[in-house]
């Protein structure tokens, strides 16, 4: 993962044609997004 503490955003380095899923909700996980958009995460790159 790359974060930019300045802009409090996460990019995922996620290889083409995967993805990445919140394990606790099981909801999809942008490929980039604010660290503020949710909280706990455990994410699990497929």
């Known amino acids: 993962m790359n974060f930019d503490r ?3 955003r996460v990019k ?3 290889p083409g044609g995967g993805s990445a899923v919140d ?3 099981g909801e999809p996980v942008p490929r980039e997004f604010s660290l503020a958009w949710k909280t706990p995460m455990l994410i699990e790159i497929r």
């Open 6 to 8: 300045s802009a409090r």
């Open 23 to 25: 394990l606790i909700s």
């Open 12 to 14: 995922l380095d996620i």
